[in-house]
């Protein structure tokens, strides 16, 4: 994959909604990984015009004129059905709605056999460098003196592993669910203490689900989360009609999750300032150097997936090295490769450093 940027004409800092951006580019990333066999995905962010665009270009298989509008419908993909990834087949067009939100619309060039090119522009307002917010001020650890229990439900296996990525780090229990009825089969085993659940889904849809969970004697008192691309005034009040406690809208924003669940369950976080002069906390196992330099070399290649799964791994271990991977697996949950890298490297020449002086 090659990344092209303008570093001399793009704007040092704009205001945007990162959470929605940072959704369409991966998704369209992936849909170009996804349909390309041999040749280059080109990533370029360029002034166009007065406004910020962004194309990912492929070499991949390409498709016909008829297939461009068909592929943002929900659930259609273009292409040979051997290459259709599983799932519901809605990141096209979710990126097309998130588009449309942040003020703009996705374009597309296509050819059989040609690849293609989707690109959008935005009109982006340029604030000061000098007075951007930092990234955070302050990083979660994670829950207080608890171990919440949670249920998730979404027909999306990308948008389980996500939240379930983000959320058991900080030590949520985490059941999952891909339809309604299996939804409350385990919510009657599990006795969540909140359900987050999908608003659109086949058959049994999340309206309906939420008003079977209030019917029922033993689940009824349950925290519900609703959430939705589709944000329409109407979904959000009918899921409000229908019992569910908050709607959040989607690509859930982490900081407006860990606040609504710090609301509906009364929890307490444990908090790790910016800028502590510890690479990580001092009673934390920090595991060999062989494992270091491994998990340094899939975070330099850019491999999220495999870094999370040598991580799980880690943790699953039966070491002392859980911590270690919990504080990774954040980072990791949040897309932040470059904190990954800086850390691993400061571990690394701190453990060099050690061994020379002895």
Do not use: H
């Not at 990162?18 to 002034?47: C, H, P, Y």
């Not at 229990?149 to 999952?176: A, H, T, Y």
């Not at 400061?346 to 020379?356: A, G, I, Q, R």
């Amino acid at each position: 994959m090659v990344g092209d940027f303008d570093a001399r004409s793009l704007p040092k800092a704009v205001s945007i909604d990162g959470s929605r951006l940072r959704q369409v580019l991966l998704n369209l990333l992936d849909n170009a990984v996804k349909f390309t066999d041999s040749g280059e995905v080109r990533f370029r962010v360029e002034m166009f015009d007065g406004r910020v665009r962004f194309t990912v270009e492929d070499q991949g298989v390409g498709m016909a004129s008829e297939e461009i509008e068909r592929i943002f419908e929900p659930f259609e993909q273009a292409g040979e059905s051997g290459r259709k990834a599983a799932g519901a087949g809605l990141g096209l067009s979710i990126s097309r709605s998130l588009v449309r939100l942040m003020g703009g619309a996705i374009s597309v060039v296509s050819e059989p056999g040609s690849g293609s090119v989707f690109s959008f522009d935005l009109d982006l307002q340029e604030v000061p460098s000098d007075v951007v917010a930092p990234e955070e001020d302050r990083r979660t650890l994670g829950v207080k003196n608890a171990s919440p229990k949670l249920l998730i439900v979404d027909d999306n296996p990308q948008n389980l592993s996500v939240l379930e990525d983000l959320l058991v780090p900080l030590g949520f229990v985490v059941r999952d669910a891909a339809d309604a009825p299996t939804a409350l089969t385990i919510a009657e085993q599990f006795r969540p203490d909140l359900m987050i659940t999908d608003l659109i889904m086949p058959e049994i849809d999340g309206f309906q689900l939420i008003r079977q969970v209030r019917r029922s004697e033993t689940l009824k008192n349950m925290k519900i989360v609703a959430a939705s691309a589709d944000v329409e005034k109407e979904n959000r009040t009918a899921s409000l009609e229908a019992g569910a406690d908050l709607f959040l809208p989607k690509p859930m924003q982490a900081d407006r999750l860990f606040d609504s669940l710090q609301r509906l369950l009364a929890l307490q976080w444990r908090y790790e300032a910016n800028g502590e002069s510890a690479i990580c906390p001092e009673d934390i196992a920090v595991p060999p150097k062989s494992e270091m330099e491994r998990l340094a070399d899939l975070a330099e290649m850019g491999d999220i997936e495999a870094l999370e799964r040598a991580l799980t791994d880690l943790k699953r271990s039966g070491d002392a090295f859980g911590p270690f991977a919990d504080l990774f697996l954040e980072l990791t949950a949040q897309f932040k490769i470059g904190a990954i890298k800086q850390k691993l490297g400061l571990l690394l020449e701190k453990d060099k450093t050690e061994k020379d002086m002895r």
